[in-house]
T-cell receptor
Framework: DGGITQSPKYLFRKEGQNVTLSCEQN?????MYWYRQDPGQGLRLIYY???????QKGDIAEGYSVSREKKESFPLTVTSAQKNPTAFYLC???????????FGDGTRLSIL | QKEVEQNSGPLSVPEGAIASLNCTYS??????FFWYRQYSGKSPELIMS????GDKEDGRFTAQLNKASQYVSLLIRDSQPSDSATYLC???????????????FGKGTHLIIQP
């Protein structure tokens, strides 16, 4: 079945540690996105990529980094510079800019 | 900063009635609008997309768009207890070449369908 797979489902970060969240899709979608959701809040855009080897900052990119080396993969690294990383992280994809985005099941990141 | 506003609720509706959810947005040039349903602890699920003024119907759901008033709404007919969830309004961030670069979300409206 086609879909978006995020892993791990739960992740714990120690102080000063970088962690990487995985997002893989087998939908052959060109566009991929990362959002962050805090309790009781809407989603906020971190980074997006419309094509392989190209990505753009969203509204809250500070403390995060991404890569897009393959069409199907868009990993997000939460760096130690992100001082408040505890949140629900959601990856989405769409076939192109005109089409709706569909989401993976998300990764919950907490601080140890 | 582009904004999307929703009443956080909770909005309580009797089973079988019509639930009406509303959303306003600040970016006048926005062209794409979406409603997502999110159950507690889960990821958002696309319910409706709408791009033109007027109504768009899909089963029990109707999305309404009024670009002049910068207003989007979602109607749920014959509400069921399984419709109880948070409904997120999302607006496409316009891209100069057409389409959208990501979405701006409202904080969501918590809907409760009372049996």
């Amino acid at each position: 079945d086609g879909g978006i797979t995020q892993s791990p489902k739960y992740l714990f970060r120690k102080e000063g540690q970088n962690v990487t969240l995985s997002c893989e899709q087998n939908l052959n979608h060109d566009a991929m996105y990362w959002y962050r959701q805090d309790p009781g809040q809407g989603l906020r855009l971190i980074y997006y990529s419309q094509i392989v080897n190209d990505f753009q900052k969203g509204d809250i990119a500070e403390g995060y980094s991404v890569s897009r080396e393959k069409k199907e993969s868009f990993p997000l690294t939460v760096t130690s510079a992100q001082k408040n990383p505890t949140a629900f992280y959601l990856c989405a994809s769409s076939s192109d800019r005109e089409q709706p985005q569909h989401f993976g099941d998300g990764t919950r990141l907490s601080i140890l | 900063q582009k904004e999307v506003e929703q009443n956080s609720g909770p909005l309580s509706v009797p089973e079988g009635a019509i639930a009406s959810l509303n959303c306003t947005y600040s970016d006048r040039v926005s062209q794409s609008f979406f409603w997502y349903r999110q159950y507690s602890g889960k990821s958002p699920e696309l319910i409706m997309s709408i791009y033109s003024n007027g109504d768009k119907e899909d089963g029990r759901f109707t999305a309404q768009l009024n670009k002049a008033s910068q207003y989007v709404s979602l109607l749920i007919r014959d509400s069921q207890p399984s419709d109880s969830a948070t409904y997120l309004c999302a607006v496409g961030i316009p891209y100069s070449g057409g389409g959208a670069d990501g979405l701006t979300f409202g904080k969501g409206t918590h809907l409760i369908i009372q049996p």
